[in-house]
């Protein structure tokens, strides 16, 4: 079981920056992959980026590649989204999300969500 919780969201101006944070709990953290989805209302989740239990793969999508990036520190059962560059079509709910396996793109193959963080991004 792993329980995950998002912090790190706010408003900023299109340019600017946000790190988003995801602290787990539950003792086999250090062994799911982690990805970060968002959703803009009236959108579908979309895939955002993944990073694999060790760190040694990582994902991203198209749209985020170059300005964002996934990290995580087992030690300390947490995920990171570091944002740059910040466009008003990246405003949404940002989650995060483990799965046991490989990194996916895929919302279906991850087992447990946070509750979201909310980005908005002003132009």
């Known amino acids: 079981q792993v329980q995950l919780v998002e912090s790190g969201g706010g408003l900023v101006q299109a340019g600017g920056s946000l790190r988003l944070s995801c602290a787990a709990s539950?003792?086999?953290?250090?062994?799911?992959?982690m990805g970060w989805f968002r959703q803009a209302p009236g959108k579908e989740r979309e895939f955002v980026a993944a990073?694999?239990?060790?760190?040694?793969?990582?994902r991203y999508a198209d749209s985020v590649k170059g300005r964002f990036a996934i990290s995580r520190d087992s030690a300390k059962n947490a995920v990171y989204l570091q944002m740059n560059s910040l466009k008003p079509k990246d405003s949404a709910v940002y989650y995060c999300a483990a799965d046991p396996g490989l990194p996916g793109t895929l919302a279906d193959s991850y087992d447990y969500w946070g509750q979201g963080t909310q980005v908005t991004v002003s132009s």
């Open positions: 990073i694999s239990w060790s760190g040694g793969t990582i």
């Open positions: 539950g003792r086999t953290f250090s062994s799911y992959a």
